[in-house]
């Protein structure tokens, strides 16, 4: 059974600092893994997509890696922003065959960062 | 986001009452999800769809019920409210390309909804 795990569960940081988010699976067979933001009250916001065959993905300031035989994730956060805070979740399909599939979560990441 | 809406974005409604909430995407995409947010429990899955007509439970589908007549509608529907079902829902879709690769998810902005 997938199970995904990350890793703090809160974590506040001065504006500024360079900050990693960890996100752990139990099984090394995803097809690809994908970080989302959620900001208090809203939706889910796609953040990056990083496929099975990938080592890692970049948009702007920040970076996702994929360990797939060491079952992990991080997403990478440069010079860390106020703006930046909110909660970051990671996600594996659980794939079915023609049915599509259903995320797995973790349970998320909450950042606060500080002026 | 703009391919996915949600409606309506609010709602309170009594014990006992159906509440029908609709999904709508504009992105032709085949795979449809209903998921609900409590604090405690992150996201579960409620049900999800394949294609028109093709459904299937998830982890928490009891009390909910779907529809899918068309590919950009998905309605949720909570037979009898009941205060546990008083929660945020998201929908999300999502579309296959080649086997295993350009596959992602797109949720909408959400619904919260109240029993009281």
């Known amino acids: 059974k997938q199970e995904v795990t990350q890793i703090p569960a809160a974590l506040s940081v001065p504006e500024g600092e360079n900050l990693v988010l960890n996100c752990s699976f139990t099984?090394?067979?995803?097809?690809?893994l994908q970080w989302f933001r959620q900001d208090p009250g809203k939706g889910l916001t796609s953040l990056l997509l990083i496929q099975s065959s990938q080592r890692e993905q970049t948009s702007g300031r920040l970076n996702a890696s994929l360990d797939k035989s060491s079952g992990r994730s991080t997403l990478y956060i440069a010079a860390s922003q106020p703006g930046d805070s909110a909660t970051y979740l990671c996600a594996v399909p659980l794939l079915i065959y023609n049915q599509g599939g259903k995320l797995i979560f973790g349970q998320g990441t909450e950042l606060s960062v500080k002026p | 986001d703009a391919g996915i809406t949600q409606s309506p974005r609010h709602k309170v409604t009594e014990t006992g009452t159906p509440v029908t909430l609709r999904c709508h995407q504009t992105e032709n995409h085949r795979y449809m999800y209903w998921y609900r947010q409590d604090p405690g429990h992150g996201l579960r899955l409620i049900h999800y769809s394949y294609g028109v007509k093709d459904t299937d439970k998830g982890e928490v589908s009891d009390g909910y019920s779907v529809s899918r007549s068309k590919t950009e509608d998905f309605l949720l529907t909570l037979e009898s409210a009941t205060s546990s079902q008083t929660s945020v829902y998201f929908c999300?879709?999502?579309?296959?390309?080649?086997?295993?690769?350009?596959?992602?998810?797109?949720f909408g902005s959400g619904t919260r909804l109240t029993v009281v």
């Open positions: 099984d090394s067979a995803i097809y690809n």
């Open positions: 999300a879709i999502s579309e296959l390309g080649p086997w295993t690769e350009n596959y992602g998810y797109t």
